[in-house]
């Protein structure tokens, strides 16, 4: 998949690659630089994620590193040996798929409609959707609850997602409106000429057009969603079938204090599922396929 | 306990935020907030009205609480036996965010069958706001306060009438030491005077007299809350101790301010100075204990430690022990302070009324107290795992002077506005005047309604 | 088959075929009205199904918020801007306010600065995706575990003791140290090192978003200038800076936002204490303490706290209707 595009793309950064590795070196520093800069963090806590909690607070990640070592897997084990952990990773997908399906087509309707429209109040209105963005999700429950409990929704996965694409729409809106808005006319309008209609318009160009930033709001949508325990623990409560893994992670801690070495091995075990999304994604970050899709 | 609490209701500020809307939800708020909606079951899918009776096989309790870990396990295993023999089962979920859904819950309806309570303060709130069950009935009331620490009992009444229950319970103040590096336990110090001496006297055996530690995230503080709590019980007495928690003595009152001088002593004598102090974590500061080279010799925390840290790997008995905080005026011998986890019903029902009943029974308390880690308020449930445990609790039945932890009982702002002043005063004791001239000013706004 | 999953299938299904439907038949309803008529309904029906979810979730909420903001501690009561009053009036407050400042003069500075310079920078490099990669893992970590990430980094010894903080131990290496990362506030500090481990998180997304749109640049335009001899600081300048502008401002409006409502890493890892408070948490502090109405007039602020970033974006959307 993106191998071929980058073949594609190859010709002309081939040019600047032959200009000589030396002259390249600093690049390749820098970049390989940062990344260890990055994973530093990420790298102490995998160490400690495989030490017993009072070796970990005794000495330093790094002194793991060197024999004798005493690495072992009970954190994980524990985490994964968890009662209803694979029901949990279940709902999390069931809550999480929806949540970021959902909402970037909501958002994507109104955002053509706020790029291409033209109607009175729009700025304002746009203004607005901005404005939402700001909104503490806390002060929010509570009517949600109340108008949920009208139709026995509390405690189910629907309530969750539900609720998440509420809060995930001013974002959505917000980016693809931008990134629809840079679209060039000249596409739409000999769309027009063609006599394509707004829908036909908006399926066959405005859409695979803004592939990418819905790649992008798909990612963030479904990290955020992924991640949520408030909002999860809020609507689903006590009921412990629907509860996704954030709250069962949670559950690991102690109410007095210990207990962060599994919220480790945890966090490692569910960071997979948003990494792979993440990859898989990526794709559509490559250059050549919005294919001249911004003015230039 | 202090922790326990402490983190579940700040916590809560997470969210509880939704407080605001429910209140101009319903906007005669003030009287009571929809009680009808907290009647009806929730959150239990299969419950189906037992035919007649009491026959509550194949319903379902949902509970929400904060323990988690081995303490959920602990939980699991105590509601078992009762599981078994009604054929109703217990779902349960811990929770650090307790207090959010709970006060969520008491303004939309939607609350679990039982609960724990972050603290006393919620569960008055709770109880005026018509949504706990009166558990008077729902007890054998006489064998719940025969059995029972009659303070204890006290604390979960409101207006007379039992709405919370003790599940577990701590004692606070407790003094560790590792008696490979000094054995207290020949003569364990009676007077704060004595301790002074002997921790002066065995100066050379450690890094620093004491390990002190009050890093607890959000909570940050609260373990020298504790400190200042058991020094105001025992230097000013249990009357100066309950004017001030109900915000009747001030803090720059001499009683007060001199705990805080008091504890200032165990501050410059702690190891890692002011900067460790804050920078350490409760949880592990009582660590230096065990080292080669060891970095104090006695170190002040409740019972609970004994699951934490480096005491979780080590022996009872052999690796560490303790002695109680002595006594500082002996006016008031015999005092301690102690905390516990409070346990309410939102619901009634034959199913949750034959749980609340078994979970306070010395059969039920037995379970966990055999796990370890907790105490029981109930003075039946005596299967402690080793002598330690058994200590402890001895100390909350036999007390002469039986407090509960302050903070716990003042108003949430003023709890936290105190975390904050033993932050700042360890980091500055210097800045003590105007640190309890903040805390005053908060003490007048923070009561008032 | 788990009934759940079933339920699953159809929502991930059923309701994005709803919402297409829902837009062919819109069209379809428009076509029969007068042509004059069209442009006008058009939209509405477009923003519906938003419009809704944004109504019930969020508008509603925040009007009642706004409400609340002016009544007293029980909420049975108004008191006019008396919460407003207790905010403007008490140096603690003030003190998060400046925090506030800090956080979102900074963060969307480096996020936004090195999510655009890694964007250009990796697009150079064979390795592309797997640099990505780990400058956006951050992201997928909840906040409570980076919290516990950061907590190994700025972990603090006492002098003498061995250092097993990241940061501590390699200071320790070269005599240096220790340092308390987590309680000097002296000049800010503290809330510095706490944007360091915001912008850690979020610089993959910033990234992201600003790759995609360089992406999108034409190769063509780019390679016809470096024909036409300009060097590649020239070419950034003059048409991948302008033509990235856009997405920046999104972006940069987007980390304002969430500098903002920053609040579960200040609730980590300092819990608000040694002068790390911003506005967000504050909010919440105020609820943990019943005052309700402080809390809804803290909200209330940091919705205004936004307008002058809206109107920036009003400038924008008018700047991009009248280009094209």
Not at chain 2, 18 to 23: L, R, S
Not at chain 2, 311 to 321: E, W
Not at chain 3, 72 to 92: E, H, Q
Request: with cysteine; hydrophobic share 50%.
């Amino acid at each position: 998949m993106s191998a071929t595009t980058e073949t594609r793309a190859m010709p002309i950064a081939e040019g600047r690659r032959r200009s000589g590795l030396l002259g390249r070196l600093p690049l390749h520093l820098f970049v390989i630089g940062l990344m260890v800069i990055w994973l530093i963090p990420t790298i102490g806590l995998f160490v400690n994620s495989f030490r017993t909690p009072t070796d970990a607070t005794s000495s330093g990640w790094w002194t793991a590193l060197f024999p004798p070592e005493a690495f072992s897997i009970e954190n994980y084990a524990y985490v994964i040996q968890r009662n209803g952990i694979a029901n949990a990773f279940l709902n999390s997908l069931l809550i999480t798929i929806p949540a970021t399906v959902v909402p970037i087509m909501v958002a994507a309707f109104a955002a053509y409609a706020f790029a291409w429209m033209r109607f009175p109040g729009r700025y304002l209105l746009f203004i607005a959707v901005v404005g939402l963005l700001v909104v503490p999700l806390q002060t929010t429950f509570i009517p949600i609850q109340k108008l949920y409990a009208g139709f026995g929704l509390n405690g189910q996965l629907a309530a969750v997602w539900l609720a998440h694409t509420g809060y995930g729409l001013p974002f959505a809106i917000y980016l693809l409106r931008n990134f629809m808005a840079e679209l060039p006319r000249e596409v739409f309008e000999s769309a027009d000429i063609d006599g394509a209609g707004w829908a036909s318009k908006f399926f066959r160009l405005a859409l695979p057009m803004t592939i990418p930033a819905i790649a992008a709001l798909a990612i963030f949508q479904f990290l955020f969603t992924w991640n949520d325990l408030l909002v999860a623990i809020i609507y689903i409560g006590a009921n412990t079938d629907n509860q996704p893994m954030t709250i069962v992670v949670a559950n690991l801690t102690q109410s007095i204090g210990g207990g962060w070495q599994y919220l480790a091995a945890a966090a490692f075990l569910t960071m997979a599922v948003p990494l792979l999304v993440f990859l898989a994604l990526q794709r559509y970050f490559v250059r050549g396929l919005t294919g001249g899709a911004v003015k230039g | 306990m202090q922790s326990t609490r402490s983190r579940s209701t700040i916590l809560a500020a997470l969210g509880s935020a939704a407080m605001i809307v429910a209140a101009c939800t319903s906007p005669s708020t003030s009287s009571g907030p929809g009680p009808t909606t907290v009647v009806g079951p929730t959150t239990a899918p299969g419950q189906t009205q037992a035919a007649g009776g009491d026959d509550i096989s194949g319903e379902t309790v949902t509970i929400i609480g904060t323990w988690g870990g081995d303490e959920e396990t602990a939980f699991h295993e105590m509601v078992k036996p009762w599981e078994d023999e009604t054929g109703a089962t217990v779902k349960y979920t811990g929770t650090r965010d307790l207090n959010i859904i709970l006060s969520n819950g008491i303004q939309s309806g939607v609350l679990p069958d039982l609960a724990g309570l972050p603290g006393p303060g919620q569960m008055k709130e709770y109880a005026e706001a018509g949504a706990l069950v009166d558990l008077t009935s729902v007890l054998d009331t006489a064998t719940y306060e025969s059995e029972t620490a009659p303070a204890l009992v006290e604390l979960g009444k409101v207006d007379g009438k039992i709405v919370g229950v003790f599940i577990k319970s701590a004692v606070k103040g407790l003094i560790w030491y590792n008696p490979t590096v000094n054995d207290f336990s020949g003569s364990a110090p009676a007077t704060w005077d004595e301790l002074k001496a002997a921790i002066t006297a065995n100066a050379s055996k450690a890094k620093s007299g004491w390990c002190l530690g009050v890093e607890s995230g959000a909570a940050s503080g609260w373990p020298g809350t504790d400190w200042i709590e058991d020094i105001v019980l025992r230097q000013a007495g249990p009357d100066v101790y309950n004017s001030w928690w109900q915000g009747q003595t001030k803090w720059t009152d001499p009683a007060i301010k001199s705990a805080w001088e008091t504890f200032g002593t165990v501050v410059a004598d702690s190891f890692g100075g002011g900067t460790g102090i804050n920078a350490t974590n409760f949880e592990v500061a009582g660590d230096p204990l065990f080292a080669a080279e060891p970095g104090c010799l006695v170190f002040h925390q409740a019972s609970f430690i004994t699951g934490l840290g480096a005491f979780k790997t080590k022996t009872a008995g052999t690796d560490y022990n303790f002695f109680p905080f002595p006594d500082i005026n002996t006016q008031f011998t015999g005092a301690v302070e102690g905390a516990g986890d409070l346990f309410g019903m939102f619901h009634d029902t034959p199913a949750t009324r034959s749980l609340m009943k078994y979970l306070v029974t010395a059969k039920a308390q037995d379970v966990w107290v055999k796990h370890g880690g907790a105490l029981s308020a109930n003075k039946n449930a005596t299967s402690y795992p080793d002598d330690i445990s058994k200590r402890s609790a001895e100390l909350i039945t036999n007390a002469k002077i039986f407090a509960f932890d302050a903070s716990d009982l003042m108003p949430q702002e003023m709890n936290a506005a105190f975390w904050k002043g033993v932050v700042d005063y360890v980091a500055d004791p210097s800045k003590l005047d105007s640190i309890l001239k903040d805390l005053d000013d908060t003490q007048a706004s923070a009561y008032a309604e | 088959m788990d009934p759940r999953l079933v339920n699953a299938i159809v929502v991930v299904i059923g309701v994005p075929a709803t919402l297409v439907g829902y837009i062919l038949l819109v069209e379809q309803i428009l076509r029969a009205l007068p042509s004059r008529m069209q442009p006008r309904i058009r939209p509405w029906f477009w923003m519906l199904p938003a419009l809704a979810f944004l109504g019930v979730f969020l508008v509603y909420p925040t009007i009642q918020t706004i409400i609340r903001s002016f009544q007293n501690r029980a909420g049975n009561a108004f008191i006019g801007f008396d919460n407003y009053a207790w905010f403007f009036g008490n140096a603690g407050q003030i003190s998060t306010l400046v925090n506030s400042l800090l956080w979102v003069v900074l963060l969307p500075t480096l996020t936004v600065g090195l999510g655009l310079l890694i964007a250009v920078i990796v697009d150079r490099v064979r390795y592309e995706s797997v640099a990505k990669s780990v400058i956006f893992m951050p992201l997928a970590i909840s906040a409570t575990a980076a919290g516990v990430i950061w907590f190994f980094m700025y972990l603090w010894q006492p002098p003498g003791e061995p250092q097993i903080g990241t940061l501590n131990g390699a200071l320790d290496t070269v005599g240096a140290g220790p340092f308390d990362f987590r309680a000097t506030d002296d000049f800010k500090f503290n809330t510095i090192m706490l944007v360091i481990v915001m912008a850690w998180m979020w610089t993959g997304f910033a990234m992201v978003i600003i790759s995609a749109a360089y992406k999108g640049i034409s190769r063509e335009l780019l390679e016809a200038a470096r024909v036409d001899g300009a060097g590649e600081w020239q070419v950034f300048k003059g048409i991948v800076w302008p033509l990235l502008m856009p997405t920046m401002a999104v972006i940069t409006t987007t980390m304002i936002i969430t500098a903002l409502k920053a609040f579960d890493l200040i609730y980590v890892m300092t819990g608000g204490q040694f002068d790390t408070s911003v506005i967000a948490f504050e909010m919440y502090r105020q609820v943990g303490f019943n005052q309700l109405g402080r809390s809804a007039a803290v909200a209330v602020i940091l919705l205004i706290a936004i307008v002058p970033v809206m109107l920036f974006n009003i400038r924008n959307f008018r700047a991009q209707e009248a280009i094209r």
